[in-house]
């Protein structure tokens, strides 16, 4: 399917789609790199260093252009890698508000680089808030010692009803929709070179449902990334809190025709060796299935680009 593995480091396999293969001559890539996959709270210690610890961010490379989703604690060492490689545009679209989504945008390097232009987007309080309001507030005392105004990044915001199809670059589409959490969440759909990559990010399913604006997101998509906090069996103890479950991603991955899916948010308690056994299992019912994993690198070959 045109996808390409890269492992966090040299000396470590990569658990992630099967049937990848290198591709030559491509016109462009379409990468994802999960720099923060796990949900609540940050966590470390010897039980979660193969999967990491850093709550979620992801970042999606289409070519050149940059674009993060979520600037959870994992947004630190994205932030200290573009500093490195002096990236100077950044898209930041927001699912939601909640800590862990948010929490390490004030260490977020670019944000201080004269050099650099940040934009940030929300849609989940479209009419209650806006989303420069939103980091106002979030930045401000006694929640954080300063403002934004600390910020010398060109800093611009973006708002958004979920529903919208925004064009955040030339050639990139990104489509939006609707999840059930509370306070509201959006997921979002990137569509480059062909290429189309859904972050689906906190939701609840209805059990026996297939939610229709998930589905929507994600058809056909060539990798589906879904919050899999729980499990089938926990979800009537945590019935309200807002998320999913694998067994439920691997059900609309196939309703959806999506090629692959990684699992993400993943539980502060659920360790390496339980993360490994739902790989296992998901493996069983959905060959393109894993849980994501902070460091993890996936590439796309664009097709059309």
């Not at 010398?152 to 670059?169: C, I, Q």
């Not at 939610?211 to 998509?221: F, G, M, N, Q």
């Not at 739902?278 to 299935?289: G, K, L, T, V, Y």
Request: a negative charge; one cysteine or more.
């Amino acid at each position: 399917m045109n996808m390409i593995g890269r492992p966090p480091h040299s000396n470590q396999k990569t658990a992630g789609p099967r049937q990848l293969r290198q591709s030559n001559g491509a016109k462009g890539v379409l990468s994802v790199k999960f720099w923060g996959t796990r949900g609540s709270i940050p966590v470390s210690g010897e039980e979660f260093s193969r999967y990491g610890g850093n709550t979620v961010c992801i970042e999606m490379r289409c070519g050149d252009e940059v674009l993060l989703f979520d600037a959870g604690s994992g947004i630190t060492p994205a932030g200290f890698a573009m500093k490195a490689e002096g990236t100077k545009k950044v898209d930041l679209f927001f699912s939601h508000c909640h800590y862990d989504h948010i929490i390490g945008l004030p260490y977020f390097k670019p944000l201080y680089n004269p050099d650099c232009d940040v934009k940030i987007w929300s849609g989940h309080l479209a009419g209650q808030m806006s989303t420069c309001q939103m980091v106002q507030e979030f930045m401000s005392p006694p929640w954080f010692p300063v403002g934004p105004k600390v910020c010398r990044a060109h800093l611009n915001y973006g708002d958004f009803h979920a529903g919208d199809v925004l064009a955040p670059r030339e050639d990139i589409t990104v489509q939006t929709g609707k999840l059930n959490h509370p306070g509201g969440a959006i997921g979002y759909r990137v569509e480059w070179g062909g290429r189309a990559v859904a972050m689906i990010t906190d939701t609840e399913h209805e059990p026996g449902v297939l939610d229709a604006e998930v589905l929507k997101l994600i058809r056909d998509a060539d990798l589906f990334i879904y919050d899999a906090c729980y499990v089938d069996a926990e979800m009537e103890t945590f019935k309200g809190y807002g998320h999913s479950t694998w067994q439920q991603a691997v059900r609309l991955a196939r309703a959806a025709n999506a090629k692959a899916v990684a699992f993400m948010h993943h539980a502060p308690w659920r360790t390496d060796a339980e993360l490994q056994e739902i790989d296992r299992q998901a493996a069983a019912e959905f060959p393109n299935a894993f849980s994501a994993r902070d460091g993890q690198v996936l590439e796309l070959v664009a097709i059309d680009a």
